[in-house]
């Protein structure tokens, strides 16, 4: 139980174009998605939190007009780099929880190469 | 604000070496503390939650404790496979719903 999906797994695209990550609970309804971003030999940053139904609320220093968020449904939510650029080739990974304070379930996470 | 602190940052054992990694934590009040596993180009798996001062957990070779300052995971007997980078996190004070984690700790057993 508590599998998450994530699609792509990996991505190639060109600066200024943008790129849609999706997420998916896969067994259960998650009343909260978390998207993070790692670098290399680094732990997770936690890019923002959204809700359902709801706008998502975005940690500082993150761009919410570049970073769009959408969470349709108890089991998707989707991550949106806009216009994108090199410097945001990173590892985006998503999560899924079902309460406060529960454990989050991470996806296998995607690898965005911004060239 | 909350801190995580895993030690040490990396562990390299023998196959069969047990040994433990420490996290310790400088938070107000226990709200839970999370164990996970995470393979290179992975997202982390879910090992274990610790929710009270005394509490253990097993999975296998794996034994997580929790005091009130720190939680250990033992690593009894490792094998190669449970070569893994181990992260420990807790919940953000005032924003439960979010976690704080450590950097980890990068586990390498050799055979």
């Known amino acids: 139980g508590a599998v998450v999906s994530q699609h792509p797994s990996r991505v190639i695209c060109k600066s200024g174009t943008s790129v849609k990550i999706e997420c998916r609970s896969l067994?259960?309804?998650?009343?909260?998605m978390f998207w993070y971003r790692q670098f290399p030999k680094q732990s997770l940053m936690l890019m923002a939190t959204?809700?359902?139904?709801?706008?998502?609320?975005?940690e500082q220093g993150v761009e919410k007009d570049k970073f769009l968020i959408n969470h349709a449904s108890l089991t998707l939510s989707t991550l949106t780099v806009t216009s994108a650029h090199p410097e945001d080739s990173s590892f985006y990974i998503c999560?899924?929880?079902?309460?406060?304070?529960?454990?989050?379930?991470f996806g296998p996470g995607t690898r965005l190469t911004v060239t | 604000e909350d801190q995580v602190t895993q030690s040490p940052e990396a562990l390299r054992l023998q196959e069969g070496e047990s040994s433990s990694l420490n996290c310790s934590y400088t938070?107000?009040?226990?709200?839970?503390l999370f164990w996970y596993r995470q393979d290179p180009g992975k997202g982390p798996e879910f090992l274990f939650t610790?929710?009270?001062a005394g509490e253990e957990k097993e999975k296998e070779r794996l034994k997580a404790t929790l005091t009130k300052k720190e939680s250990f995971l033992h690593i009894t007997a490792p094998k190669p496979e449970d070569s893994a980078t181990y992260l420990c996190?807790?919940?953000?004070?005032?924003?439960?719903?979010?976690?704080?984690f450590g950097k980890g700790t990068k586990l390498t057993v050799n055979p």
């Open positions: 999560s899924a929880s079902q309460g406060s304070g529960g454990e989050q379930y």
């Open positions: 067994d259960f309804q998650a009343t909260t």
């Open positions: 959204s809700n359902e139904g709801s706008k998502a609320t975005y």
């Open positions: 938070v107000s009040g226990l709200r839970g």
């Open positions: 610790l929710y009270s």
């Open positions: 996190a807790v919940p953000k004070l005032g924003e439960s719903e979010k976690l704080v």
